[in-house]
């Protein structure tokens, strides 16, 4: 599904991510971990087509397809979908509206019509009952005033509304309280299915309790230094970071 080539990128001449490799096959949830500065965000904002950055070498396909010359939004509607780690506010665009527009548009991008009013309701409410969203949220603006774990929820939401082949979560646990965190990560398996994807990037092993990686991989100072399963995850919590440096010398 998404296959990552001997990556390298740079911001202002800084090296950050040197030689990434990837795979992620369909229907794989995989996990990145790594100290903070590692290029974790880095390498999410590249797959997503972000162009502050600079990519020397290297390739991204998507189902088979290379995507690393598309915009942004060429990608998304491709079916890759990012969460930030700091999201965007959007004062006087509605959570509902948003969304509505993001969904046309990818479906006009794909070649489809509109998607009629009373089904686009009905999935509205359908992806916003099972994240357990209030009813009221959906008719504020976006992110404006949100608190940091509604944030998060609502990012969600536009996952479970858009439905990517990919979905990317950076960070999506940070600041959720544990009912938000068991909502939201209950929200990734109901949408988890055979034909997708997810990477999840995270500090905390606690998010990788609910939604279980196949795969664990660690990030450091740009390069995959590491990759396991599940049980990786644990062996970080509780061992950090420093013993991979030294079975790395
Ligand atoms: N636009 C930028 N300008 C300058 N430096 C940048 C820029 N973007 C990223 N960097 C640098 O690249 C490195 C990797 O940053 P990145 O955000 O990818 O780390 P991360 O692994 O996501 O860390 P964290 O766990 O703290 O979120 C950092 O040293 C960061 O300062
Ligand atoms: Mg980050």
Request: hydrophobic share 40%; proline share 3%; charged share 30%.
């Given at each position: 599904?998404?296959?990552?080539?001997?990556?390298?990128?740079?911001?202002?001449?800084?090296?950050?991510?040197?030689?990434?490799?990837?795979?992620?096959?369909?229907?794989?949830?995989?996990?990145?971990?790594?100290?903070?500065?590692?290029?974790?965000?880095?390498?999410?904002?590249?797959?997503?087509?972000?162009?502050?950055?600079?990519?020397?070498?290297?390739?991204?396909?998507?189902?088979?397809?290379?995507?690393?010359?598309?915009?942004?939004?060429?990608?998304?509607?491709?079916?890759?979908?990012?969460?930030?780690?700091?999201?965007?506010?959007?004062?006087?665009?509605?959570?509902?509206?948003?969304?509505?527009?993001?969904?046309?548009?990818?479906?006009?991008?794909?070649?489809?019509?509109?998607?009629?009013?009373?089904?686009?309701?009905?999935?509205?409410?359908?992806?916003?009952?099972?994240?357990?969203?209030?009813?009221?949220?959906?008719?504020?603006?976006?992110?404006?005033?949100?608190?940091?774990?509604e944030k998060k929820r609502n990012e969600i939401f536009q996952m479970a509304m858009l439905e990517p082949k990919i979905a990317i979560l950076d960070e999506t646990d940070s600041g959720l309280d544990i009912?938000?965190?068991?909502?939201?990560?209950?929200?990734?398996?109901?949408?988890?299915?055979?034909?997708?994807?997810?990477?999840?990037?995270?500090?905390?092993?606690?998010?990788?309790?609910?939604?279980?990686?196949?795969?664990?991989?660690?990030?450091?100072?740009?390069?995959?230094?590491?990759?396991?399963?599940?049980?990786?995850?644990?062996?970080?919590?509780?061992?950090?970071?420093?013993w991979i440096k030294n079975e790395l010398v």
């Amino acid at each position: 599904m998404l296959q990552i080539k001997n990556l390298h990128a740079s911001v202002e001449d800084k090296d950050i991510l040197k030689g990434i490799n990837l795979e992620i096959k369909a229907g794989e949830v995989h996990a990145i971990m790594g100290p903070n500065g590692a290029g974790k965000s880095t390498l999410s904002s590249i797959i997503a087509g972000n162009e502050n950055y600079e990519v020397s070498q290297g390739e991204i396909f998507l189902d088979g397809e290379e995507i690393s010359e598309l915009a942004p939004e060429e990608r998304a509607h491709k079916g890759v979908f990012l969460s930030f780690q700091y999201p965007v506010e959007i004062p006087g665009v509605s959570v509902t509206n948003f969304i509505k527009t993001a969904i046309n548009e990818s479906r006009k991008a794909n070649g489809k019509e509109e998607m009629p009013a009373n089904e686009m309701l009905k999935l509205i409410r359908e992806k916003s009952e099972l994240l357990e969203m209030d009813r009221k949220f959906l008719s504020r603006s976006l992110n404006e005033g949100f608190s940091g774990g509604e944030k998060k929820r609502n990012e969600i939401f536009q996952m479970a509304m858009l439905e990517p082949k990919i979905a990317i979560l950076d960070e999506t646990d940070s600041g959720l309280d544990i009912d938000a965190l068991r909502i939201v990560a209950n929200g990734v398996n109901k949408l988890k299915n055979e034909n997708n994807a997810v990477l999840v990037i995270t500090h905390y092993q606690r998010l990788l309790e609910y939604i279980v990686p196949d795969y664990v991989h660690v990030l450091m100072d740009g390069k995959i230094v590491k990759t396991g399963g599940a049980d990786l995850a644990l062996e970080l919590e509780e061992k950090g970071y420093d013993w991979i440096k030294n079975e790395l010398v």
